[in-house]
């Protein structure tokens, strides 16, 4: 067993028993609370435009996806190079 999970109800019962509170923290500074509030500013707007960026792409493939069709085909450069143009074996 933990000797600190030992001593800490101890420690609490001596306290409320003496009356002696839980030393506080210090409060924040006004620069560190602008300086908290101007980063929680910078990530909402990172946050929008990389929202606006990602529904940008979203509508860029939805519109690649539409076009669809194959294209007019090259019987030079294409793969097939012509087989089953003329004689139908593809």
């Known amino acids: 067993m933990c000797t600190s999970s030992v ?3 101890v420690v609490k019962l001596t306290r409320g028993l003496l009356g002696i509170s839980k030393p506080q ?3 924040e500074s006004e620069e560190a609370k ?3 509030e101007e980063r929680k500013r910078m990530m ?3 946050e929008e435009t990389q929202k606006e960026e990602r529904q940008k792409r979203l ?3 939805v519109r690649r996806r539409k076009r669809g069709g194959t294209g007019q085909r090259s019987l030079i450069t294409g793969q097939a190079g012509g087989v089953g143009y003329f004689d ?3």
């Open 88 to 90: 139908e074996t593809i």
């Open 59 to 61: 509508q860029d493939q």
């Open 25 to 27: 923290a210090p409060g």
């Open 44 to 46: 909402a707007e990172q």
């Open 7 to 9: 001593f800490k109800p």
């Open 34 to 36: 602008a300086a908290r």
